[in-house]
């Protein structure tokens, strides 16, 4: 394949009530033009609804390339055609050429990718379009439906690392305890971790509150390991990753605090799954 893309994220956050218990849902887009350009509109489209997702192909295959696209986490719906009166919409077309050149086979794969936004929508969002281009080699000439399904697949790999957002959720009783070292020997850091121990946290606000509360003392102990990470946490849950990940750096470079290369790993592999307990 010709197309091999390094993703790091920028990300979009919200956060809701589901069954009584308050949980949140954190978005991380990659750090690309497309990603960018689709972070802006996802967060407006996902506080109220799904997102329509359509992939055309010759080869009747686009259910199983849909699963490839997207996460299995509600924020999708699989769709056959755009209706915009109800919902925004992903849509993917694929076409394919192939050829044979030195006794090896090549299928070029362009997928169009379109989001559209809702009917109801559209003074405040506009659509967004791009095409990506995959050429697939294969050890022979004899191309037939499934090796043009894995060129299909490897474009909509590519539009899924490249282009869509990974998404966690968690629960939001219990944040503190699970994410967080609230103790210092410090008795002025003691003091200010025991007050925010004391709050519940149930929305956003309430997160960002106390991330500002962490940044001020931040400047009277700029060396204190545990501290700087635990900024680093209150800015990963707001969504800024690529920051989070600076202050765990920062972190390990002033002392050692517990797993903190678990953490640095999930920055460096972008998948946070073994830090943020994942529902």
């Not at 954190?26 to 033009?33: Q, R, W």
């Not at 070029?108 to 109801?120: A, I």
């Not at 800024?240 to 750096?249: E, F, M, T």
Request: aromatic share 14%.
């Amino acid at each position: 394949m010709n197309n091999i893309i390094k993703i790091s994220s920028l990300y979009a956050l919200i956060f809701f009530n589901f069954c009584s218990i308050p949980r949140g849902k954190v978005y991380f887009f990659p750090p690309t033009k497309e990603g960018g350009t689709l972070k802006k509109l996802f967060p407006v489209t996902l506080e109220y609804r799904s997102i329509n997702v359509v992939i055309y192909t010759k080869e009747a295959d686009g259910k199983s390339l849909y699963s490839g696209l997207v996460q299995d986490n509600g924020d999708y719906v699989h769709s056959e055609k755009c209706d915009l009166d109800d919902n925004d919409c992903i849509s993917i077309a694929l076409e394919h050429d192939q050829d044979c050149k030195l006794r090896q086979g090549y299928i070029t794969v362009v997928g169009k990718f379109t989001f559209q936004p809702k009917n109801s929508l559209r003074s405040t969002l506009h659509s967004f379009n791009f095409s990506k281009i995959i050429t697939v080699r294969f050890d022979n000439c004899q191309l037939g439906l499934h090796e043009i399904r894995v060129a299909n697949s490897a474009v909509i790999e590519s539009i899924r690392r490249t282009t869509m957002p990974q998404s966690y959720m968690y629960d939001l009783p219990g944040f503190l305890d699970r994410y967080f070292y609230f103790k210092s020997d410090n008795s002025q850091l003691q003091k200010l971790y025991n007050d925010l121990s004391n709050e519940k946290y149930n929305d956003v606000s309430q997160i960002s509150h106390a991330q500002k509360i962490l940044e001020k003392a931040e400047s009277q102990f700029p060396n204190d390991a545990w501290l700087i990470r635990n900024i680093g946490t209150m800015i990963l849950f707001q969504g800024d990753w690529q920051k989070a990940c600076g202050y765990y750096r920062r972190s390990k470079m002033l002392g050692y605090t517990v797993r903190i290369e678990e953490w640095i790993y999930a920055c460096d592999q972008f998948d946070f799954s073994s830090v943020i307990h994942v529902l």
